[in-house]
Structure formats: C-alpha cells, structure tokens
C-alpha cells in the first residue's frame, strides 16, 4: 500500500482535522473513524434519496397496477409470452419425442407436412390431465390487459380448440360489457381478428382471406409471438411461417429446460463452495486483502452523496427535457452511467491524488490472474443466497402479479427492469445496446460506486469493530441501498441485496474491485442472454 496522501500532507477544511487525527497515535480508533459533520450530512442526503427512490418506484407500481385502459406494451404482455412459450413449446417437444421413439421402433410415419388435417389433429390429442393441466396454466395468466386476456382466446385455440376458445371468448365480451371497458381502436381491431381466426378454426374455413394484411401486422405488433401463433393456427395451409412460430416456442422451452437444470447445478456447486469457504475461513486459511484507510472515509461518503444527486437528478432532468425532445433511453442510459464517474473528481478536489484514489476503490489489482479466475468461483458460491431469497420472495412476488379482483382490465403491479421492455425486440442494434447497458456499463459504474467508494466509507468507519462485524454490517448496509435504489421495487430489494452481499465479499477478499465486476457482469450477461432468448 502506498503511503497515503493524508498523511505527508495537508489537506484542506475537515480533511486537516482528519490529517491530525491519523498522525495522533493518542486518539483512540473511535474518534479516528468518526462522521465529521460534512459525512453526517451526506448520510442524510443518501438516505433521503434512498427512500425517495424506494417510494417513488412503490408508488408508481401501484399506480400501473390499478390503471385501467390503454394499449399494453410489450411488458404488459412478458408473462403470457413466457406460459404461451412454455404451453406450446412442451406440446412440441412431446409431439417430437413420440415420432423419434416411433422410428426408433421402425414404426411406418409420414412426414409433418404430407400428414392431412385429421391425421395433424390426432397428434395433438390430450389426456384428461394434460388438459387440465393447460386449462389450470392459460386460467392463472387470464387476467390483467385486455391484450393479454385475448393472447389467452389465442392459446386455448392453439392448445385446446376453437370450442374452448370461443367459450373464453364470449366470457371476455360479457366482462367487458359488465364492467363498461372500452377496447381502445387497435384492441378493437385484435378482437375481431382473433374472433375471426376462432371462427373460422371452428368451422374449418380458415384461409389466408381471413386476416387482412393490416390485421396480421397489428397482431404481430401489438401482441408479439402469440400474435403470430394467431395468424397460423393449425387448419392454416401457411406451414413455413408456422414452422417458425412453433421452433420458437421450443428454443424457448429448451433454453429455459437447461437453465433450470444448469440452475440446480449451480446451486449445488455453490452451496459446496460456500461450505469450504468457510472451513477455510475458520481455519484461518482466508485472510482479507482489504486495507484500512483512516482519515478519508467522509471524503468518500460524500463521493458516493455527490454520485447519488447526480445520477438521479440527470435522469430527471433528460426526462423533463425528453417531453419535448424525443430522447432513445436504451442508447441514453450507458452515457448516463459512465458520464457519472464523474463524481470521483471529488476525492481528488478534496486533496487526494487519483493514484490514492484508485488504491481505495480498488481500481488496482496485485494478482490479475487470480482475480479474474477468482470472479466465477465468487458467482457460484452466490447463487445460493440468491437462489434461497427468491425462493422465500416467490409467494410474494407471484402474488404482486395479480391485479385486484375488483380492478378488472388492470395491468397488475410489475417487478420487472425497465430494460426487459426491449426483450421482446431481437434486433441487432437493441440488443448490441441492453448488452452495453446491462453487461458493461452497469457492472463498471455500479461497483465502482458501491463495492468501491461506498464500502471503502462502511468498512473504513467501522474499522474499529471486529471484523466480522464491519464486514457484515457494510456488506449489508451496502447491499440494501444497492438493491433499494434499482427499478424492480421493495420484493426484489432481497434477492438484489444477496448479489451484492456476494460482490462486497469478494471485493473484501480480493482487496480489488476487478472480481466484483467480472461477477456483475456475469450475472448481467447470463440474465440477459436468457431473456432474449426465451422472450
């Protein structure tokens, strides 16, 4: 550790206090590492701004979750995308799985496309409890936007018959009619063309005379992939174009098949890891590369307040201007996010030199090697407390996806990352964006930020605990306003907050803050290559 600026010379306002401080050898640690007045200050300002963040994200949920009306987005519609997907999806995969297993028994079958209608229908005939099954999964997504409840009408079309479907369908027109909804014109317009498609299924007299080309484009707009699952229901002669639809139900339903396989793997392997990282802990085989620096932990409470003000008050100020000059957030948010480093002239203006300053964030690494293999080995043995926090916030969260009962045509409170509303979309560009957003920016700025000026403040100050309970304490304190501060809302603050308990660790361990990164990033990179793929 090189020597610290503090102490060969002084600094200016309370740094010349913190100054005689560090060189007293006869002032107990306690008054070291006390709050000056202009580190008291900067808590407030952190707190204030942290609850303001948590209330406004709470109140705006509500808000979305009880209004009635309007066209839905595409966030609106995640959830039955991700049941319809997964419906259709399995019905596939068995359909495929039963034809391979006939030709392994050398069993005579024709080929999909010469099978004729009747014989295409008794490939798909349930079971009693595969039909309920599908009944119960479109039943509990049959809720929310008008959209997602006509997205039902098309899966049980797809799934169980136009018979079913035009049940469900009379249903929604009477619920509309009760409840006095008005379809917006675009709703209206995908309500007669689905009643359309489910008539003709139903009378077998479906052609490509039933949809209008402006018809099959606004489903495809409005309602994504079952949209397009609409526009080619089974009596369709369009095989190609159903092709595609359905092999992107089944990529779907395979991509999420081996993650939840690789899931359970990885918790596995990481609850073994964290169980020998604490046998080597009590051994005392793990020792913290972390050092103490006393005398600056205000300077660096007050980075982390003037990067709180700025970060926000920039996004307020891009949105005011945004009513008036149309501004693309997605390719916004990465400038956003790197412009506001620019907090970390602070400490430098306060009378540190960057050198320090990189020193104690951690912008620096002994072992780069080690550090960088370090950073997987971190990621796994944090998936179990990650794994273990969702697991307990599920009831929760699944319940925070239901509208009132009396708030019919409500889009119901979302827990989703504003970032997810582009999932839907697999351009290059879009994706070229999230990624830089989610997978660089994000891990970059945010541990810079939190893993490096925040805990350098917590652990700084508290240095005169023991030091497992500085460590639990600024990880935690950390890691709630971490996860407190993201867009998701109160019912993920939990599982955000064990990801960063998982980073501040492993920049406790490492003494670096280049692990902590790579392991954001590969959360990030894993989260989002997941949604794009199975969204």
């Not at 509500?62 to 259709?88: C, F, N, P, R």
């Not at 050092?291 to 005011?320: K, M, P, R």
């Not at 300053?357 to 796994?380: C, E, K, M």
Request: hydrophobic letters at 50%; glycine letters at 6%; a negative charge.
């Amino acid at each position: 550790m090189t020597e610290h600026p503090s102490e060969s010379e002084p600094l200016l306002d309370d740094s010349v206090v913190e100054a005689e401080l560090i060189t007293d050898d006869s002032i107990n640690g306690n008054a070291r590492n006390r709050l000056s007045i202009s580190g008291f200050i900067s808590w407030c300002v952190v707190a204030a701004i942290t609850i303001a963040v948590i209330t406004m994200v709470a109140a705006s949920q509500q808000t979305v979750s009880e209004s009635v009306g309007g066209d839905a987005t595409s966030g609106d519609l995640m959830q039955i995308q991700l049941v319809g997907k997964m419906l259709v999806g399995q019905q596939e995969l068995q359909i495929m799985s039963e034809r391979l297993m006939e030709e392994a028994a050398d069993k005579e079958k024709p080929n999909l496309a010469e099978v004729d209608q009747d014989e295409a229908a008794s490939v798909n005939d349930l079971t009693d409890e595969e039909a309920d099954a599908i009944e119960s999964a479109i039943s509990s997504a049959n809720t929310g936007t008008y959209e997602q409840q006509l997205a039902c009408v098309v899966l049980l079309n797809e799934l169980l018959g136009p018979e079913r479907a035009t049940e469900n369908l009379t249903d929604l027109n009477e619920r509309v009619t009760l409840h006095d909804f008005s379809p917006s014109e675009s709703q209206s317009v995908l309500r007669d063309a689905i009643t359309n498609i489910v008539t003709a299924c139903k009378n077998d007299s479906f052609d490509d005379a039933t949809l209008s080309i402006e018809e099959e484009a606004l489903l495809a707009d409005r309602m994504g992939w079952i949209g397009r699952l609409a526009a080619v229901p089974v009596p369709a002669g369009r095989t190609a174009l159903r092709e595609d639809v359905i092999s992107e139900a089944t990529t779907s339903t395979m991509v999420c098949t081996v993650a939840m396989m690789v899931g359970v793997l990885a918790v596995v392997a990481g609850f073994v890891l964290g169980v020998l990282a604490i046998g080597r802990y009590r051994k005392g085989a793990f020792n913290s590369r972390f050092d103490h620096q006393f005398g600056t932990h205000n300077i660096y409470i007050e980075t982390f307040a003037i990067w709180l003000v700025y970060f926000f008050g920039i996004q307020f100020a891009v949105a005011f201007v945004g009513e008036a000059i149309p501004i693309d957030p997605l390719k916004l948010n990465p400038v956003i996010m790197f412009s506001s480093l620019i907090a970390l002239a602070w400490p430098v203006i306060r009378g540190l030199s960057f050198s320090q300053v990189r020193q104690d964030i951690g912008w620096t690494s002994a072992q780069p090697l080690r550090d960088f293999f370090a950073a997987p080995i971190g990621y796994l043995a944090t998936i179990p407390m990650v794994f273990l926090t969702f697991a307990l916030m599920a009831g929760l969260i699944m319940q925070s996806m239901q509208p009132a009962e009396t708030e019919e045509f409500s889009r119901g409170e979302s827990i989703s990352h504003p970032i997810q509303e582009y999932a839907t979309e697999s351009n290059a560009s879009v994706i070229l964006w999230v990624a830089l957003a989610a997978c660089v920016a994000a891990p970059i700025v945010e541990e810079t930020v939190f893993r490096g000026v925040l805990y350098r403040h917590l652990r700084d100050v508290t240095a005169h605990w023991r030091t497992v309970a500085s460590v639990v304490f600024s990880s935690l304190l950390n890691a709630f306003i971490f996860a407190a501060i993201h867009p998701q809302g109160v019912m993920l603050i939990p599982v955000l907050g064990a990801l960063a308990v998982g980073f501040s660790l492993m920049r406790e361990w490492r003494g670096s803050l280049y692990p902590s990164m790579i392991m954001h990033g590969i959360h990030n990179g894993l989260v989002t290559c997941l949604m794009f793929t199975i969204l």
